[in-house]
């Protein structure tokens, strides 16, 4: 692909990953008569709306004259979901045909380069968030997905940087499906109501990937926030407990079960700060071969565990190279066997590494 096609994709991917992360108040009546035209595409009438301000009290809301067993516990049950996932999905086989053989190539690079990025941000921030309520939903993850800003997004790119035509049909129901994701945040359609979100107030997100991924992360507060006061912490895309960014302490720290929890607690604190004040003791420490110039160190964590404390091989973006632990069976007593274990090489194995990245 020309350099050309490539920036195109970066900035179309920017664009709507803008979309995903938008604060701005929602356009109701745009997502409102979109919403409506796609309830006519199944043969419905337009519903009546209901709006959350937040998806917490989305999901906790029965609006008026809702039918009693569409709760949201039993989503995957519900028929219009299904509905316009099926419409989607015709349509999905509809633009595929119409992406002719000269422009597959382009297509699988806005795929790697549009489509998957922003399918990997939308569950690193608004759907990991979405979770923290709504656990129960698994069944009706489907929606979820059928939701997610990827799917307009890719096709949006295809008929912005191809040769592709689209036929004015396709091209409407693509701009109805992508209104709401330029309008509101989730919505919930019933037979008779759809239920709609206002979008977060604040989001805090980073850059992590090679092709401009996102997620959750703030280090002094709720990386994303609603009006209502629902909130949602995380630390580089992983959620945790309030306490993890607000105030760590080793006695929380030792007393939480959740060991992803406890990672992101002791990066806040600093793996070295944490192993000083929890007091670990030292049990061996060695030249790093896959990271020449940099050690290892080896401490006693807890009962049949111990910690490997090594320096990341590649700098992170700010320039700087991460230390970071990771957990071993207590039998290790050489941090090369350790280090090796945790790649699943032996000591010699490892220690023949030209460099670990």
């Known amino acids: 692909m020309s350099d050309h096609a490539q920036r195109e994709a970066a900035d179309i991917r920017a664009e709507w990953l803008g979309h995903l992360l938008s604060t701005a108040p929602a356009d ?100 990991m968030a979405l979770r923290t309520v709504h656990e129960r939903a698994e069944p009706g993850t489907f929606w979820y997905e059928a939701q997610c800003v990827s799917w307009s997004a890719h096709y949006d790119a295809v008929r912005r940087t191809s040769g592709v035509i689209f036929t004015p049909e396709q091209n409407r129901l693509l701009d109805l499906w992508a209104t709401p994701t330029r309008s509101c945040g989730w919505w919930w359609p019933r037979e008779d109501v759809c239920v709609v979100s206002e979008r977060p107030v604040e989001v805090h997100a980073e850059v992590w990937g090679d092709e401009g991924q996102v997620r959750l992360h703030r280090p002094d507060g709720p990386a994303l926030r609603y009006a209502d006061g629902w909130d949602v912490h995380a630390w580089h895309g992983t959620r945790v407990p309030p306490w993890v960014v607000d105030d760590p302490s ?108």
């Open 28 to 127: 109701r009546p745009a997502a409102e008569a979109a919403i409506s035209e796609l309830y006519r595409l199944i043969g419905l009438d337009p519903p009546r709306f209901h709006w959350a301000v937040s998806p917490l009290a989305a999901l906790e809301t029965v609006p008026p004259g809702a039918r009693p067993s569409q709760t949201a516990d039993r989503l995957g049950d519900w028929p219009l979901p299904a509905r316009l996932r099926r419409l989607i999905s015709e349509t999905s086989v509809g633009l595929d045909a119409r992406i002719v053989q000269g422009y597959r190539p382009l297509d699988q690079m806005l795929r790697q380069q549009v489509r998957a990025p922003i399918t990997t941000s939308t569950r690193s921030t608004l759907r």
């Open 250 to 357: 080793i006695d929380r720290i030792t007393g939480e079960p959740n060991v992803e929890v406890r990672r992101c607690a002791i990066e806040n604190i600093g793996w070295g700060d944490y192993i000083d004040r929890a007091g670990l003791r030292l049990v061996a420490t060695a030249p790093d071969p896959g990271n020449p110039g940099s050690e290892l160190h080896l401490y006693d964590l807890r009962e049949q565990t111990r910690v490997l404390l090594a320096v990341n091989g590649s700098t992170e973006r700010d320039g700087h190279r991460r230390r970071y632990g990771l957990t071993v069976p207590d039998a290790f007593t050489d941090p090369v066997a350790a280090a090796g274990w945790t790649y699943g090489l032996s000591a010699d194995q490892y220690s023949r590494l030209v460099r670990r990245t």
